[in-house]
């Protein structure tokens, strides 16, 4: 929600550091039993499908064109996530079902002389991403990745003034990348120095989907999230601290991005992944754009978790949802916070006539005053724009959920701010083994944003009779299950609450109302049996 969310990120790099998700491992092509890439005309790399028809260079700088001095590049254009960083990267697709083919990009930073050496896609979260309980995030040691490219040369690529909407126009340095063999997951890359073996982490990520949904777990990360604070290339979504002028409406999917997800969902990911190695289920994922585009992947899957910072969502993603929880009767965990607070729509500048469109640009006003609005449809107009669902109590998004969001506090600092959660009721199933009393701490997760049920605190939750487009949750049918005690920045308590609640449809839904949920699941020094314990049994039992 606040601006301030990648200050632990950019602000303070060793905790990112630390994150690092690995730093070893190399696997031959022939040994992976991989379709190896070829190399194109001027060291762009592709699949053999592709070898007797190489891509043109894009744009009108190719990649072999001699560096401009720095200037030509400011430097706020090359944010850097990590304390050292020669290569940026980006992907042309949200995801792809496996099989399908992906185009990588990469560029080195202004002043960087060309640089040789190999590409590695790593799963997340699967068995060749062990953490290491020595370092924070769980670097890894000696796995292997799941592909890797030939050695090429990458070298310095422009950046031109509308990168941030409309992304740099980079000419792929891989191309049509063969997912055949890719099991369904969540992908990061890592850029391999050939000289010295250095690594440069994280350059790139992807999700692959299977080529059918395998029914048991959907995650829906919050990819959109992770954009919207990206301000690679000059701006994101947020003022960054300054006017309202340095505030982009619109951002590109297609332009190096942060990690973010090794900062709360990994430790989602990786031990979701686990328990469902233990208990025989199937784990699959999907972008935002992905259910707002395919809202059939919904109905699909027994579960649906949300990620830990989903906080942009379109408005036929907020349908899909409403028509899972709501009609379908399906289960639905909401495993973080401040989720659902933007509405965006997406837009695919660069997709031809008749084409499909891969949504790479993401549009949010974030006022009542969009232009869409003065549009005729046949949509009703309030429905359309890019401002918060609670705009004018539209769709609040406690209705959806049982919950909104209701303030935060400051991420960064040293030491990092810890709020437990207290446990309000142990009647729930899935209290059982968990040894659990009613009144007791069970884990410091709570902020830096949080949720509960009325966060106006005047009884409306939100929601008005004549104006809302969202039927009323009723304030009986939520049970609050944990209840926090934060303080905003401004030195005010707010009240954290996760809830549960089922629907005449026969839907169960989980809400945990927190950011930093997942940090109980897996972060070092966050973790406790017993919050562990309770999150097992909520999954299993809403996939039974």
Not at 101 to 127: K, N, T
């Amino acid at each position: 929600m606040t601006g301030s969310w990648w200050r632990p990120l950019l602000g303070a790099r060793t905790l990112l550091g630390r994150s690092v998700l690995g730093r070893r491992g190399a696997v031959s092509l022939a040994g992976a039993g991989l379709t190896a890439p070829f190399v194109a005309s001027g060291g762009h790399i592709g699949s053999a499908a592709h070898a007797q028809a190489p891509a043109p260079p894009i744009g009108d700088f190719a990649v072999e064109t001699p560096p401009p001095q720095p200037s030509a590049a400011p430097p706020r254009r090359w944010p850097s996530y990590f304390g050292r960083k020669t290569v940026w990267g980006y992907v042309n697709r949200h995801s792809v079902l496996q099989g399908e083919g992906f185009d990588l990009m990469l560029g080195l930073g202004p002043g960087i002389q060309p640089l040789r050496g190999r590409v590695d896609f790593y799963r997340l979260g699967g068995s060749d991403d062990a953490p290491n309980p020595a370092k924070e995030g769980g670097s890894r040691t000696g796995n292997r990745p799941v592909w890797s490219s030939p050695f090429f040369q990458v070298t310095y690529q422009r950046v031109n003034a509308a990168a941030s909407a409309l992304g740099p126009n980079w000419t792929p340095s891989l191309l049509a990348i063969d997912t055949a063999s890719w099991p369904p997951g969540y992908y990061s890359a890592e850029f391999v120095g050939e000289q010295f073996g250095v690594r440069d982490p994280h350059i790139a990520q992807i999700i692959v989907r299977p080529s059918r949904p395998r029914g048991d777990v959907l995650v829906k990360l919050g990819t959109n999230t992770y954009q919207a604070y990206n301000d690679w290339g000059g701006y994101s979504l947020y003022t960054g601290g300054r006017d309202e002028t340095s505030r982009g409406a619109m951002v590109s999917f297609d332009r190096p991005s942060p990690p973010a997800i090794i900062e709360y969902e990994i430790f989602l990911v990786r031990w979701l992944e686990d328990l469902a190695a233990r208990a025989g289920f199937r784990v699959d994922y999907a972008s935002n754009f992905d259910v707002h585009n395919e809202p059939s992947l919904m109905p699909a899957y027994k579960l649906v978790i949300c990620g830990s910072h989903d906080e942009y969502w379109s408005k036929e993603e907020f349908d899909a949802f409403e028509n899972r929880i709501f009609r379908h009767g399906s289960n639905t965990i909401f495993m973080g916070g401040n989720t659902a607070y933007w509405q965006v729509r997406y837009a695919d500048i660069n997709r031809p006539p008749g084409g499909a469109d891969h949504g790479r640009q993401m549009v949010c006003y974030k006022s009542a005053n969009d232009p869409i609005a003065r549009r005729v449809g046949t949509v009703e107009p309030n429905l359309l724009i890019t401002a918060q669902f609670r705009e004018g109590a539209r769709r609040p998004e406690n209705m959806l959920m049982g919950v909104a969001y209701q303030n935060w506090f400051s991420p960064s600092g040293t030491p990092i701010q810890r709020v437990p959660y207290y446990v309000e009721s142990t009647d729930f199933p899935f209290f059982a083994g968990t040894g659990l009393k009613e009144g007791e701490s069970i884990a410091d997760v709570v902020g830096y944003e949080w949720d509960n049920r009325d966060p106006y605190g005047n009884g409306n939750r939100l929601w008005d009779v004549g104006r809302s487009r969202i039927a009323a949750l009723p304030l009986e049918s939520i049970r609050v299950v944990l209840r926090g005690n934060p303080v905003d920045t401004m030195g005010r308590r707010g009240k954290a609450e996760a809830v549960y609640f089922e629907t005449p449809a026969g839907a169960r839904v989980f809400s945990a109302g927190t950011i930093r949920w997942a940090w109980g699941l897996g972060k070092p020094g966050f973790t406790q049996p017993a919050f562990q314990k309770l999150n097992e049994n909520l999954i299993l039992q809403f996939l039974a």
